[in-house]
């Protein structure tokens, strides 16, 4: 079964600085999909980033952008000129592309920004 | 707003008793998943429904069923609830269970049981 991982329960930053959340993954497939969720205090479920494993190129999606290694089974999440609109719990998720298309969450990474 | 809705957004009840959580998909979506996000568990998956069908079962109870109707809305019907069964549940739709698509998430619905 795959797992993910989230090595950081909490993390900070001032106001328009970058940041880094680490995830790693475990899995025995070659082909997957990884995802970026923020879940502000609305408790919304907001897809922040995705990356297809057979994707070499790291995805981005304005100021938020992945480094995905995928030999190492690592996919961070970095966050540039960090807004108060940043602040929320962030959740690494995989979805395989067989069979049940759950997605499997880390624990997540409570990110709050000082201003 | 992603366009799934679910109903109602709280409910408080008692142990011992049953309750039905409703959601609707965004318009199209065939795909229904239904996720607990607990401070034990965390988020997990429960169960999945294809256009009517069951497609697949993750950690959910014997006590805990769904279903999924032919307008495509979804019901989690939970039974003798336990204090240990206060979550919040996610319903999330996609079009089809297919290599790509995103699953968008409802707001919730914030189950306590007392």
């Known amino acids: 079964a795959q797992t993910v991982t989230q090595s950081q329960p909490e993390m900070s930053v001032q106001e328009a600085e970058t940041v880094t959340l680490s995830c790693t993954y475990d899995?025995?497939?070659?082909?997957?999909?990884l995802f970026w969720y923020k879940q502000p205090p609305s408790r919304q479920m907001i897809l922040v980033i995705r990356q297809e494993a057979y994707k070499q190129q790291n995805a981005t999606e304005n100021r938020f952008s992945v480094n995905f290694q995928k030999a190492a089974k690592s996919f961070s999440l970095k966050i540039s000129d960090s807004q108060l609109g940043d602040a929320a719990m962030y959740f690494c998720?995989?979805?395989?592309?067989?069979?049940?298309?759950?997605?499997?969450f880390g624990q997540g990474t409570r990110l709050t920004i000082n201003p | 707003d992603s366009g799934v809705t679910q109903t109602p957004k709280h409910l408080i009840t008692a142990t011992g008793q049953r309750v039905t959580l409703r959601c609707s998909p965004r318009s199209g979506d065939l795909s229904v998943y239904w996720y607990q996000q607990s401070l034990d568990q965390g988020l997990q998956f429960l169960i999945q429904?294809?256009?009517?069908?069951?497609?697949a079962k993750g950690n959910i109870l014997e006590r805990f069923s769904a279903q999924q109707f032919p307008d495509l809305h979804s019901e989690l019907n939970l039974s003798s609830l336990e204090l240990g069964d206060s979550a919040l549940y996610f319903c999330?739709?996609?079009?089809?269970?297919?290599?790509?698509?995103?699953?968008?998430f409802g707001p919730g619905t914030r189950l306590t049981v007392t």
């Open positions: 999330a739709s996609s079009v089809v269970p297919g290599t790509y698509d995103e699953q968008y």
């Open positions: 429904y294809y256009n009517g069908e069951e497609r």
């Open positions: 998720a995989y979805r395989s592309p067989q069979g049940a298309q759950k997605l499997v």
């Open positions: 899995t025995s497939e070659s082909d997957y999909y």
